[in-house]
């Protein structure tokens, strides 16, 4: 065997195994690219699923800023209505009071006739 048959066995055991290993590394790359497709459509579900949930959270939003104000304008009328109803139960209890100072001075004139009659 000669230098020159040596180096070609060299040479041929260098191009097998570059061979080799060009299969493998290129059985991992198309594993890579089927793993890649697969996370490209796993982002775009979830690129969809947060688009929905942030029309979902903006409709929410607009609602509950309608729901509050239709809130603050039924507080509003609640709270006049609380005042009304305080300014009658006020002069209600003055009128009261004049009743029963009304009925105290006819019992005390019904009393007073009755004992000078007596």
Do not use: C, P, W
């Not at 097998?16 to 459509?41: D, Q």
């Not at 775009?44 to 949930?53: I, L, N, Y």
């Not at 209600?92 to 100072?101: P, V, Y």
């Amino acid at each position: 065997m000669s230098v020159a048959d040596i180096l070609d066995i060299i040479i041929i055991l260098a191009l097998v195994v570059a061979g080799g290993y060009g299969i493998v590394l290129n059985r991992r790359l198309n594993a890579l690219r089927e793993s890649h497709a697969e996370f490209h459509a796993a982002l775009a579900g979830f690129d969809e699923a947060t688009r929905q949930a942030s029309q979902m959270l903006g409709r929410i939003e607009e609602q509950g800023l309608s729901r509050g104000a239709e809130i603050e304008a039924a507080s509003r009328r609640a709270q006049l209505v609380l005042n009304e109803l305080s300014v009658m139960t006020a002069s209600g209890d003055h009128i009261a009071a004049r009743i029963e100072d009304a009925v105290k001075d006819v019992r005390t004139l019904g009393a007073g006739k009755a004992r000078k009659a007596a």
